[in-house]
């Protein structure tokens, strides 16, 4: 069956969006926008407004991803899109997290999987419960953030997302480290670690390193700590990641303070000898 033109126009809106051109791919949308207004085709209106929300919300402009995202509701309502519906409420929920409007994020999130009992979609389940994870974690509820997460694992596992219980795991190994609760940080990051390893996965493969080091450093284990965040370099430095930067000077931080505390144990052997 043939594609129509707002169809095309949106995959290579996707096409670019998936390469991070952002402004090629909204101009793609956007006359996809026009066809559709055009053709009165109410679904692909439905997929045409998605897009440009999701444009919209990883460019920054939440007012716009907020318009759109109400827009497809109201059409997904008309339509008894139920599944539509619930992505949308957690794409509005995934809007107000990243602002870091925690409680208005949760609420949508809530939202979205009360819909998600009319229907059975349990990846999707898993990925709401461990985005709800996320913020019982940030708003210091980690007896709630740890119910949330296990969940996700469990139905991460039910589908087989492998890479989910990769992700999962070094979630709530995060969640531990700020729960000061070291040792289970520690075993969360080695699972996830475990199964990047298995998926031959590097980017997540360095994520689990970054936490490790993370956990390290808060035990006052400098060594380890530099020997997991050289491996998170390493992996920035391939990828061309963002906090390539960042993690290079808490490095070289923390090899100069191994070097200051053998200069000091040094010293203080030579004045213990004198």
Request: hydrophobic content about 40%.
């Amino acid at each position: 069956m043939r594609q129509s033109h707002s169809a095309q126009l949106n995959q290579q809106g996707n096409e670019h969006f998936s390469r991070g051109f952002y402004t090629e791919a909204y101009q793609c949308y956007a006359k996809a926008l026009e066809a559709d207004h055009m053709s009165g085709d109410q679904r692909a209106l439905v997929a045409t407004l998605g897009n440009l929300g999701n444009i919209c919300a990883v460019s920054g402009k939440r007012e716009q991803a907020n318009a759109y995202y109400h827009e497809v509701l109201e059409l997904q309502k008309i339509l008894g899109d139920d599944r539509g519906i619930s992505s949308t409420l957690a794409n509005l929920g995934n809007l107000y997290v990243d602002a870091g409007e925690w409680e208005r994020g949760r609420a949508y999130y809530l939202e979205a999987l009360d819909m998600m009992e009319l229907f059975k979609d349990d990846a999707a389940k898993a990925v709401l419960l461990s985005d709800l994870g996320l913020v019982a974690k940030e708003t210091k509820k980690f007896e709630d953030a740890l119910e949330y997460y296990s969940q996700s694992i469990t139905f991460m596992r039910r589908v087989g997302n492998h890479a989910g219980q990769a992700d999962v795991n070094k979630m709530m190994a995060r969640m531990y480290l700020s729960w000061e609760r070291i040792d289970d940080a520690i075993a969360c990051s080695q699972t996830s670690l475990a199964i990047a390893e298995r998926l031959r996965d590097e980017l997540r493969m360095g994520g689990a390193w970054y936490v490790l080091a993370g956990c390290h450093e808060a035990l006052g284990q400098d060594e380890e700590a530099a020997r997991f965040l050289h491996r998170v370099v390493k992996v920035d430095r391939k990828y061309g990641l963002p906090k390539l930067e960042e993690n290079t000077q808490r490095l070289e931080a923390l090899r100069q303070r191994l070097v200051n505390a053998r200069e000091h144990a040094k010293s203080e052997s030579e004045t213990t000898h004198e």
